[in-house]
């Protein structure tokens, strides 16, 4: 992002999905989607998985996603690479869902999401807005969403 035609151009494609999804977690409820189940008797093999996992800001979030990848091999998912946009992002200042810096991350997050194959959704991701637009995402994309629960 060194020109500001590139920060326009991410502008315009945050703008894109806000105003696509900003309702994510409202049209997720009217779904009622229930995405398969991960455990260690239905479990997923796969090359790269994609973790899907509230943030918020808080630090005990990324916590609770690094235990889970830790056990994910026990848990049932057997993977090569795993994706965490909790801890490729966090490092950055974090912005509120009410502010277009928001969309912007939650964009690079979904250009990520594209080059996996596998959503792996997890912690309270139903009230998660950021979460809710990763699954809407995939959904449409044809991209595999499974459920981990605790």
Same mark, same amino acid.
């Given at each position: 992002?060194? &020109? +500001? /035609?590139? /920060?326009?151009?991410? /502008?315009? *494609?945050?703008?894109?999905?806000?105003? +696509?999804?900003?309702?994510?977690? %409202? !049209?997720? !409820?009217?779904?009622?989607?229930?995405? *398969?189940? =991960?455990?260690?008797?239905?479990?997923?093999?796969?090359?790269? =998985?994609?973790?899907?996992?509230? $943030?918020?800001? #808080? #630090? %005990?979030?990324?916590?609770? &996603?690094?235990?889970?990848?830790? &056990?994910?091999?026990?848990?049932?998912?057997?993977?090569?690479? =795993?994706?965490?946009?909790?801890?490729?992002?966090?490092?950055? !200042?974090?912005?509120?869902?009410?502010?277009?810096? $928001?969309?912007?991350?939650?964009? /690079?997050?979904? !250009?990520?999401?594209?080059?996996?194959?596998?959503?792996?959704?997890?912690?309270?991701?139903?009230?998660?807005?950021? @979460? @809710?637009? %990763?699954?809407?995402?995939?959904?449409?994309?044809?991209?595999?969403? $499974?459920?981990? +629960?605790?």
């Amino acid at each position: 992002m060194n &020109t +500001k /035609k590139d /920060k326009d151009r991410l /502008k315009k *494609q945050a703008s894109f999905l806000k105003s +696509k999804y900003e309702n994510a977690i %409202e !049209k997720v !409820k009217e779904m009622h989607i229930t995405p *398969q189940e =991960v455990t260690p008797t239905y479990g997923i093999y796969v090359n790269v =998985v994609y973790i899907s996992h509230p $943030y918020a800001g #808080k #630090k %005990e979030n990324i916590k609770e &996603t690094e235990n889970i990848i830790n &056990t994910l091999d026990e848990r049932g998912v057997h993977t090569i690479s =795993v994706i965490s946009p909790l801890h490729n992002f966090s490092f950055a !200042k974090y912005s509120p869902n009410t502010t277009n810096t $928001y969309w912007e991350d939650l964009l /690079k997050c979904i !250009k990520l999401l594209n080059r996996n194959t596998n959503l792996i959704l997890c912690g309270d991701w139903r009230n998660s807005l950021g @979460c @809710c637009v %990763e699954l809407l995402y995939c959904l449409e994309e044809d991209i595999m969403v $499974y459920e981990l +629960k605790k």
